[in-house]
C-alpha cells in the first residue's frame, strides 16, 4: 500500500565526507540499527567499493546491505541506497589526507546539492570533510556552510544544538584576527534575523528569546577594555528589537557559561568561531550537531572532524552522526507544520 504524504519516509541525503576518515563508520554504526529505517529512507552519495572496505573494517559486524541506484528517485524504502559517484578504482589510505578524497568529497556535495534543489531528496546530512584537500578552483570555501551558502545563493548562520544549548556562529571559519573588523551592526542583526526565524520554523518556538554574547572582555567594561560592544553591538541587539527579535545582551561569555545563564535563552549568538564551540563540545562532545540555519534546505551534519588518528579502529562514536539525521528529519516536519499553521487563513 502506498505511504500517504504525512507518512512517506524523508528522503534523506548522506554526503560521504572523506573517504579516509570515520565518516563511513559512523554512517555504518548509524544505519546498522534496523529502526533508522522507519524514520527515512538513507541515500548515501559515495561508493559501494569504499562502503564495502570500511564495513569490513569494523570489529563487530554489521548487518547492513547495500543497494546500488543510479538516480536518488530510485531509493527503496528500508534499504541503504548507494549512489555511486565513480567508476574507478578507489585508492583508500585511512588516516591520510588525499587528493582523491577531496575530489570526491566535492563530487558528492555537488551531487547531493543537485538532487536538493530538483526535489529528489528532502533533507542533506554530511559528514565530514578535510578542509584542505577538498579546495580547488571549483570549491574556494572554508567549510560546507559557506559552501552551502553559496551554493543556494542565500545567508546562513552556522548553528550548533545539543538537547541543552543552541549556538549560533556569526562569523564561521574566520581567522582571530580578522573579527573585530567583520563585528559590525548590519552583520549582527542579519544573523540574529536568521536565527530567529529558524527557532521558531526550525524548532517550533513561538517566541524565542536570544542572547549575544560580548566581543571583549566584561563586553568593554563601558569602554575602558573596548568600545566595539558599546558602540556595535548593543545597537545592533536594539536594532533587532526594534525588529520584534527578542534579543539580549551583550553578555561576557565567562559569566554567561560559567553561571548556567544559557539555559534561560532559547539560542545564543556567538561572535567568533571559538567562543561558541568550546562551550558547546564541552557541553556536548558526543552528540552535538552543526546546523546549517536560513538554508531553504535542511542540512545537518556532526559536530566532529574527520578523525583521521582513530579511522579505521572501530573506535568512532556514531552518537553525533545520529543525532544529525534525527535533528534533520524533526526540522523537516516542523517546517512542514510551520507551514501549515502560518499559511494565509483566507484561502
Known sequence: MEQSKENKRIRLAITHGDLNGVGYEVILKTFSDARMFDICTPILYGSTKVATYHKKLLSQHHDIAFNTIRDASEAADRKFNIINLTTDEVKIDIGK??????MLSRVALDEA???LSEGKVDVLVTAPINKKNIQSADFDFPGHTEYLSHQFG???LMMMVCDRIRIGIMTNHLAIRDV???VTQDLILEKLMIM???LKSDFGITMPKIAVLALDPHAGDNGVIGDIDMNVVKPAIDAARSKGVLAYGPFPSDGFFGSSEFSRFDGTLALYHDQGLIPFKLLSFTEGVNYTAGLP???TSPAHGTAYDIAGKGQASEQSF?????????????RQEYEILTAD???
Not at 589526507?97 to 577531496?102: P, R, Y
Not at 545520529?322 to 516542523?334: E, P
Open 113 to 115: 546539492c543537485r538532487d
Open 322 to 334: 545520529r543525532s544529525a539525521v534525527y535533528l534533520a528529519c524533526n526540522i523537516h516536519r516542523n
Open 297 to 299: 534546505y535542511v542540512r
Open 345 to 347: 487563513p483566507l484561502k
Open 180 to 182: 573585530p573588523n567583520a
Open 196 to 198: 530567529n526565524s529558524s
Open 97 to 102: 589526507s588525499t587528493e582523491v578524497a577531496g
Open 154 to 156: 542565500c545567508g546562513s
